[in-house]
């Protein structure tokens, strides 16, 4: 029996992706899992793919941009499950642009989903794990944390803030029985490059990353990352993790 059975995991940017591999993992090992997004018809479909699996599976419509929101999701999950065994951060945008073509709406937009939205679930989920005193908190960062790229000073930006509140978090909650994570990820082929409107990053990604020069993982390889961290002793903490394709430089 998996040591995840019966506990249970709360999953922004739930509705694809590294979230929907990270539902699916969790959900084979029996934990209880309530995935959250914004897209509503995407949490049900998903919720009835996973409805035969070991876990149960509930949803909740959640912008992390809302602060109440992210509160309404840990009481809603309190309230169904008696508690927060894992908070997994992991909703993030990525529309890189050249900072030349001044896209202050996509700043603005990265910085309050990949910024304030892991705050927000810090904020809302803490105490409850304090009251607890169990508890893991993960947070999607990226290879983007670590690096800097051409059109991505914004993304990169608030990646690396990610990476450092988690830093923070971790040092404040040491010697404690709540654990934090970043995980990282390189290439990954989810739907994220799907927000990125400058024709010029567009043209630079498909000579970069096109057919036949990158393999991107797999959305799975970062659920198995984030399952590892989790399994882990209570007396280790992971508090960082990079994945990326073994042909990424």
Known sequence: ???MNGKTIVITGASSG????TAAKFADEGANVVLAARR???LEELQHSLQDKPGKVEIKQTDVTSKDEVHELIQFTVDTFGGVDVLFNNAGLMP???MEKGKVDEW???VDVNIKGVLYGIHAVLPHMQEQNSGHIITTSSIAGHEIMPSGAVYCGTKFAARVIMEGLGKELAGTD??????SPGVVDT??????TDEDVLEMFEKNFGKGKMTPLDSKDIAEAVYYTVQQPKNVDVNEIIVRPNNQG
């Open 1 to 3: 029996m998996s040591d």
């Open 96 to 98: 890189l642009s050249f």
């Open 40 to 42: 509503k018809e995407r």
């Open 108 to 110: 603005e937009k990265m």
């Open 18 to 21: 590294i979230g929907e591999a």
């Open 178 to 183: 709540i654990r934090t994570t970043s995980i």
């Open 191 to 196: 739907e994220l490059t799907e927000t990125i």
